[in-house]
């Protein structure tokens, strides 16, 4: 667990000849509680003998477990026959890449405002919550602030929606992305 919070990007190792297990789903929800980077590993690979049936197992059963990540990056190995190391460490720096990258305010409005004008929020108490604006105030992982007016009436589903909006349009696929909503203030308003 320490380890954990210490580094941008885990690996967890998994016996792909086996079904991941409870305790392999607990720690990759810590690693993405945490904001990390992960790469799934399944090693063993050379002694499972019906590899594709394996590969849509593993795949599937991590797409439902983890469902708040969506094609986390998994490599499958054999560390006794040395294969697959490569393909391990080019995943890696994949995420590496994602975890840093950095969109402008400009790019996020504009899609904030094609996402507004196809799909606004929903109305609360007859009255409509007005998205301001969207930055991005933090990498490793991504995070963004959505300014608007009333942030505690904004339903869990649009939340979702602009989140997997966000990872969908600028390609963050397969990395912890974090959305803040907060309450813009109001200029008009004397202090």
């Known amino acids: 667990l320490r380890s954990i919070k210490f580094s941008d990007i885990c690996v967890l190792l998994v016996d792909a000849s086996q079904n991941i297990d409870k305790q392999d789903l607990t720690i990759a929800r ?39 990540i969506k094609k ?10 040395n294969k697959g ?6 995943k890696i ?28 929020p929903p109305l609360y108490k007859g009255r409509q919550n007005n998205i301001r604006y969207i930055t991005q105030v933090n990498v490793k992982p991504p995070t963004f602030a959505v300014f608007m007016s009333s942030p505690n009436d904004l339903p869990n589903s649009y939340r979702r929606f ?11 696929e397969g990395i912890p992305i974090r959305i803040m909503f907060r309450k813009g203030n109001n200029p008009y308003v004397k202090k």
Do not use: C
Not at 31 to 45: F, P, S
Not at 85 to 90: A, E, G, V
Not at 93 to 105: A, D, F, P, W
């Open 30 to 68: 810590m690693i993405i509680g945490e904001g990390r980077g992960i790469v799934i590993g399944a090693n063993k690979w050379d002694k499972v003998t019906d590899q594709n049936s394996i590969k849509n197992e593993i795949i599937n059963q991590l797409g439902i477990s983890l469902s708040q």
């Open 72 to 81: 986390i990056p998994i490599v499958f190995l054999s560390g006794l026959h």
């Open 85 to 90: 190391i490569k393909s391990l460490f080019d």
């Open 93 to 120: 720096i994949y995420v590496k890449q994602k975890l840093g990258s950095r969109i402008t305010t400009g790019k996020l409005n504009r899609w904030l405002s094609t996402i507004l004008e196809n799909n606004p």
């Open 162 to 172: 602009l989140l997997g909006s966000i990872v969908k349009t600028f390609d963050l």
